[in-house]
């Protein structure tokens, strides 16, 4: 009786109370980054203690997929919805478009600093290199644009528009590596206009994610496995033996060149095309409008 009269309780809790509580934004963005990040961490952790080749390789794979069926199961059961923002329509066609947009810009980037004597190619490593490298790239990519454009921007943009939660989480996405390895506030600036601009542009041209995830694992992908150049401050060792030599503010310094003046110049530009092409299509939303 005891046991009846609690469970009872709990589910008028949720009924009402819960229910209610989940109408606040920041209550549902909370939620949404525990059930995301959590099963997924504790899964990372379990699988760390294995160190052969094989689990490098399988652990990222792993995880990047615990962390969409999280999702998933979070918009299907507290938000009772279809997760529409991993259809799988247009997925090859829109994943495409963003690893194509995503090299492009780093490889111009980069393309810059060497013709400013700022980067040189000493050698290279082997293929295999940029293979084993994919796994955890991908896992990079997919659940941070779950964290943040398909959990934080699309529910503040649900309540405040978009530019608010353009603003907002371009911000907050930019403050968070300020804890990664050689940060500073310039650091933390660039990735805010480079990610939180080009990358929430692209969820908003689509309404998917799948341009977004492409366009990140790229911009990485050739920064680190293929360039060797460090990612948000963590060194890599990739295809091309290169070496960056110049003021931070041209390279990036140990944090990357991603802080470099010409990689924000580059994804502002691509940022302001996506957006303008994201206006053009109607998927401005308004402030006030839910």
Known sequence: MQRSTATAGIRHWLKHRGLRALRSPLA???????????????????????????????????????????????????????????????????????????????????????????????????????????????????????????????????????????????????????????????????????AGLMLAAAYMLTGRLWLCIAIHFAWNFVQGPVCSVAVSGYAQQGFLIGRLDGPDWLTGGSFGAEASLAAVAVCTVSGLVLLTLARDAGRFVPAGRR
Do not use: K
């Open 28 to 194: 549902r963005i909370a939620l949404a980054w525990c059930v995301v990040s959590l099963p997924a961490f504790g899964l990372a952790s379990l699988l760390r203690q294995d160190a052969s080749p094989l689990s490098q390789l399988l652990r990222p794979l792993l995880v990047t997929a615990l962390s969409l069926a999280a999702y998933c199961g979070y918009v299907r059961l507290v938000e009772r919805r279809r997760p529409g923002e991993l259809a799988v329509a247009g997925a090859w066609t829109e994943s495409g478009a963003g690893l194509l947009i995503g090299a492009l810009a780093f490889g111009l980037v980069m393309t810059i600093l060497a013709a400013s004597g700022a980067y040189q190619v000493e050698g290279h490593n082997r293929w295999a290199e940029l293979a084993l490298n994919v796994p955890r790239f991908v896992q990079g990519a997919v659940t941070e644009e779950i964290l943040f454009r398909a959990i934080l921007f699309r529910i503040l943009e649900q309540r405040f528009g978009s530019s608010a939660a353009l603003l907002a989480s371009a911000l907050l996405f930019g403050a968070l590596h300020l804890s990664n390895p050689a940060a500073t506030l310039f650091n933390a600036a660039a990735i805010a206009i480079e």
